[in-house]
């Protein structure tokens, strides 16, 4: 079985959808940054981390992109990943490396100063983080090109994390102009496997996880 420990809604959902797209059996276990629960887990104490429990001692994975790059080659028939050393493989990893440091960045900048660092240390990031968002969804529209998903013609693990981070555009509030893009999002985000995470996501909270 796997479980997933870290806050419910968060870049945990990233996790929860892939275990969805693959089908798999998992428990979410909610643990709040820099707990000590979880940063036994992951020194920098942030989550989600992955506890794959198949393994006499169970392995810890950390960081969102890592833990779907590690199902998708634990659970190769689902094809959602592609062969190391491959150029399918380089380019699925590229996408994962594109939405931590282009995509997401930005996002996440915005959001540690408007709610997250200490008051005294938030300052107005507004132009920047438009101006750097805007580049990484121009770059993101010339590599999508007409592609149905992130390589081509299949999903993987790549679409989860650009799925995500596109959502997570969108409810921020950041523009996204590229009606190529918008009509990806469109696609990756209706896949049925996040409407369930999402779903474990709300259950979590009904069944008073908060
Ligand atoms: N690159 C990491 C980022 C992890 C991360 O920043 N997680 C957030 C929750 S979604 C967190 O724990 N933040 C607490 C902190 O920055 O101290 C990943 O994708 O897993």
């Known amino acids: 079985m796997y479980k997933v420990v870290g806050i419910p809604g968060s870049r945990l959902t990233r996790v929860s959808w892939m275990l969805e797209e693959l089908g798999r059996i998992y428990v979410i276990e909610k643990a709040m940054p820099q707990t000590e629960v979880i940063t036994r887990l992951n020194p920098s104490g942030k989550g989600p981390v992955l506890l794959d429990t198949h393994f006499e001692s169970p392995r810890i994975v950390i960081d969102s992109a890592a833990i779907c790059s590690y199902l998708a080659d634990r ?16 380019e699925i990893d590229s996408w994962l490396h594109f939405v931590q440091c282009d995509l997401e960045a930005p996002l996440w900048l915005k959001a540690k100063h408007n709610f997250i660092l200490p008051e005294k240390m938030r300052l107005n990031v507004s132009e920047v983080t438009k101006f750097e968002f805007g580049n990484a969804i121009a770059a993101m529209d010339a590599r999508l090109s007409n592609k149905e998903f992130a390589i ?37 985000l209706a896949r049925p496997a996040l409407a369930a995470a999402r779903e474990r996501d709300a259950q979590f909270k009904r069944d008073g996880g908060t």
């Not at 659970?75 to 990943?81: F, G, K, L, V, Y």
């Open 75 to 90: 659970h190769p028939e689902a094809n959602m990943s592609a062969e190391p050393g491959s150029l399918e493989r380089a």
């Open 152 to 188: 081509g013609d299949r999903f993987t693990a790549a679409d989860i994390l650009l799925g995500h981070a596109g959502s997570w555009a969108r409810n921020a509030k950041f523009e996204i102009e590229f009606e190529r893009v918008n009509a990806y999002l469109d696609r990756v």
